[in-house]
C-alpha cells in the first residue's frame, strides 16, 4: 500500500515557527514517526514538503494511479488553496487533512478550510500526533 504524505508551505520550519503554537517537534521528527508507523502497518510512505503549491499538486497527479491514500497538511493554503481543493477532489484514493494546532480555536479567518470539503476526514490539534493518528485512520480505512 503506498500513502502520500504532503506537507504545505513552511511546515520545514516546524520546531522552530512559532513553538508555543506548533510545538518543538521538527519536521524531520515527525517523519521519522510516520516512517516508524508505516512500517509497523505494513504500507510505503511518499513524503513531500514543499512551499509552492504547482509541487504538491504535481505530486498529486503524478501519483494518481499509483497511491492508495494521502495526508495532506496544506498549511496556509487551507484558507485559499482551490486549485490544490480541485486537485484533491479529482484524486480516486482518500485524502485526510492535518493539522497540528486546532485551526477552529484560533484567528477567525484560520477556521475555514478550503480544503475540508475536498477531503475524507480531518485530524487537528493533536501536535505532531495529528499525522500518526490520521495515518492510523487511513490505513484502517483503505484496508
Not at 520546531?15 to 505494513?42: K, W
Request: glycine share 8%; proline share 6%; charged share 15%.
Amino acid at each position: 500500500m503506498n500513502i502520500l504524505v504532503l506537507h504545505g508551505p513552511n511546515l520545514n520550519l516546524f520546531g522552530r515557527r512559532e513553538p508555543h503554537i506548533y510545538g518543538t517537534t521538527t519536521l524531520a521528527e515527525i517523519n521519522d514517526s510516520l516512517q516508524t508507523l508505516a512500517a509497523e502497518l505494513g504500507v510505503r510512505l511518499e513524503i513531500l514538503q514543499s512551499n509552492h503549491e504547482g509541487v504538491l499538486i504535481d505530486k498529486l497527479h503524478e501519483r494518481i494511479d499509483t497511491a492508495q491514500g494521502a495526508l495532506i497538511n496544506p498549511a496556509g493554503l487551507t484558507q485559499h488553496g482551490v486549485p490544490l481543493h480541485d486537485a484533491i477532489k479529482a484524486m480516486p484514493f482518500p485524502v485526510i487533512e492535518v493539522h497540528l494546532s486546532n485551526i477552529a480555536a484560533r484567528e477567525p479567518w484560520r477556521a475555514h478550510s478550503i480544503i475540508s470539503p475536498a477531503v475524507r476526514g480531518t485530524v487537528q490539534g493533536l501536535g505532531w500526533r495529528s499525522y500518526t493518528c490520521a495515518l492510523r485512520g487511513l490505513v484502517d480505512l483503505l484496508r
